[in-house]
């Protein structure tokens, strides 16, 4: 089948950012340390808000937990839910991790937000939200992702591509505060149309924009995906000062190094395999476009698309009580 359905035009609106000096020192290390997660921040960084990463191995998604300091008020980010494709079976593995942080630090769970409808994992942000009564929030253009799976799947009248699925749709400079922590939501396309960053004073949650600094930047052939678009977001991006962090959504690492998922402008700016410092637009769209052409599917695409773009709620029981998936086939003439 082929797989770019259609194209969406998206603004490239500029960002307003908003920093506060007053919120973090960061050690000069590019990576965070790697191994046990009880080591939930690496040593150096201290900051009113923790950040705490859980990296799944499987689909290499970083969750991160945000509260602040003396609160209980917390945000999760990109929650993972397993899927094993061989036995079509779902379990709570990498999930109950974040979980069983909430519950040891007394927390209270308020907000999760997507960074986008991901193909590569299921969002547990359905499964969170009913234990803990949170509420989901995704970028406003996600209507324009359901509306083209929508079509792809044959969904019916019983699926309505109108984001009501998620409890908060935020545009572009959107401000949002879970406790004292002050968020902005940035729309970042060119991934997909809905891609959003998501900032908390000098720290920002990029999604699937940019990778760590040896990985590059997201792929740009999903529907409604721009390797042009990407380019001016990820510029926006790279004109905030050099000290602010950037926390990555995932991590495929080149062999020879562990996972990692933080950095920072500077790094990206200067160090970038795909769109460092003067690496021109023609030349980031030629290279991203040739290496797409290059890349198979995720494996877990068909199922991930299908519930995220429900904000993780599974698909509705039939007769039989069993719920089902969809996948579409290509079929040669």
Known sequence: MKFLVKKYLTSSSSINIILNSSISKCTTSTLLPTGSTAKYFHEG????????????PVTS????????DGEQACVVIDPVLDYDPKA?????????????????????????????????????????????????????SIVQVQDAFKALFNFGAEFNADGAQF???????????????????????GHTP?????????????????FMPDVGT????????????????????????????????????????????QTSVGQQREMNIHIRRGVSKQEFITMRQARDRTLSMPTLIWPSLQINIRAGEMPQA???????LKIPLSIPA
């Open 45 to 56: 960084f201290t900051m009113s808000q923790k950040i705490i990463p859980f990296f799944d």
């Open 61 to 68: 998604t970083v969750t991160y937990l945000l509260h602040a």
């Open 88 to 140: 079509s079976a779902i379990s709570t593995t990498q999930v109950e991790r974040v979980i069983q942080y909430i519950n040891e630090h007394q927390l209270r769970l308020e907000l999760i937000l997507e960074t986008h409808a991901h193909a590569d994992h299921l969002s547990a942000a359905f499964y969170l939200k009913k234990k803990f009564g949170a509420r989901i929030g995704i970028g406003a």
């Open 167 to 189: 409890d908060h749709l935020y545009a572009d400079n959107d401000s949002f505060k879970i406790g004292s922590m002050e968020f902005i939501a940035h729309h970042v396309p």
């Open 194 to 210: 809905a891609d959003m960053a998501y900032q908390l004073d000098k720290a920002i949650f990029v999604g699937d924009t940019l």
């Open 218 to 261: 997201a792929r740009c052939d999903f529907p409604g995906g721009s390797a042009d678009v990407l380019y001016e977001s990820i510029q926006r991006l790279l004109d905030l000062p050099d000290d602010v962090t950037l926390y990555m959504c995932h991590d495929y690492p080149p062999a020879g190094r562990s996972p990692a998922w």
């Open 318 to 324: 039939e007769n039989n009580g069993e719920s089902y």
